[in-house]
C-alpha cells in the first residue's frame, strides 16, 4: 500500500523556520518526482514545489522562492521542506505528494504549519 | 503564470443529478490539467488526469473532457460520497496552478 506520511508541523513565529519531512512506503520513492501542496486554511490548494528523482531539477512558487528549500533522502525514502523567512500567510496544512508525469497521484494526509506570533 | 478559473464556486444539486464543472486556462494548456476531489479535513483524491483519463479505482461516474483553454468535470448521476470539494490543477509549465475550487452540495 502506498503510504506518504508528513511530519514537522507546528506553531512557529514571524521569521522563523521549520522542516517538513514525508516519509514514504510501499513504491519506490527514487522513480518518482515529488511535490509540496499547501492549503490555507479555509481556502484552496496551492502548489509549493516539486523536485525530480536526483534532485537536479526543483521548482518553486514565486511566493516561496529564497525562503523554501525542497531536497530528498532517497535512501531514507524521505522528501523534506525547509522553511525559513516564514510569514502568517504561509500558515496552512502542507501536504507531500507523489508525481506522475505531472499530476500528483498519491497524497499524504498533510501536516498544520501555524505562522504567528 | 497561467491562471485557472473554475465555475461555478458553488453547485447545489440533488442525489442523482448530472453535475459538471467547469475550468478555463488563461492560456493553452493542450491536454495538461488534472481534477481532484477533495473532502473535509482530508487530502485530495486524484479523479482524471490529462483532461480525461479516469485514474485506477475512480468510479466511472466521473469524467472528464476538453483541451487547450476550456475543460470539463462531469458526474454522471450524483451519489452521497460526491459531495466535495473539485479542483482542477494545470501541470503545462511552473507553477502548477489549482483552480479555486467548486463546492458540490446537497440541494
Redesign the interface.
Known amino acids: 500500500e502506498v503510504q506518504l506520511v508528513e511530519s514537522g508541523g507546528g506553531l512557529v513565529q514571524p521569521g522563523g523556520s521549520l522542516r517538513l519531512s514525508c516519509v514514504v512506503s510501499g513504491f519506490t520513492f527514487s522513480n518518482y518526482w515529488m511535490?509540496w501542496?499547501r492549503q490555507a486554511p479555509g481556502k484552496?490548494?496551492?502548489?509549493v514545489a516539486?523536485m525530480n528523482q536526483d534532485g537536479s531539477e526543483k521548482?518553486?512558487?514565486?511566493s516561496v522562492k529564497g525562503r523554501f528549500t525542497i531536497s530528498r533522502d532517497n535512501a531514507k525514502n524521505s522528501l523534506y521542506l525547509q522553511m525559513n523567512s516564514l510569514r502568517v500567510e504561509d500558515t496552512a496544512v502542507y501536504?507531500c505528494a507523489r508525481d506522475?508525469?505531472?499530476?500528483?497521484?498519491?497524497?499524504?494526509?498533510?501536516t498544520l504549519v501555524t505562522v504567528s506570533s | 503564470d497561467i491562471q485557472m478559473t473554475q465555475s461555478p464556486s458553488t453547485l447545489s444539486a440533488s442525489l442523482g443529478d448530472r453535475v459538471t464543472i467547469t475550468c478555463r486556462a488563461s492560456q493553452s494548456i493542450n491536454t495538461a490539467l488534472a481534477w481532484y476531489q477533495q473532502k473535509p479535513g482530508k487530502a485530495p483524491k486524484l479523479l482524471i488526469y490529462t483532461a480525461s483519463n479516469l485514474e485506477a479505482g475512480v468510479p466511472s461516474r466521473f469524467s472528464g473532457s476538453g483541451s487547450g483553454t476550456e475543460f470539463t468535470l462531469t458526474i454522471s448521476s450524483l451519489q452521497p460520497d460526491d459531495f466535495a470539494t473539485y479542483y482542477c490543477q494545470h501541470h503545462r509549465s511552473y507553477p502548477r496552478t489549482f483552480g479555486q475550487g467548486t463546492k458540490v452540495e446537497i440541494k
Open positions: 511535490s501542496v484552496g490548494l496551492e502548489w516539486n521548482y518553486y512558487v514565486d501536504y506522475a508525469s505531472g499530476w500528483s497521484s498519491k497524497w499524504g494526509q498533510g
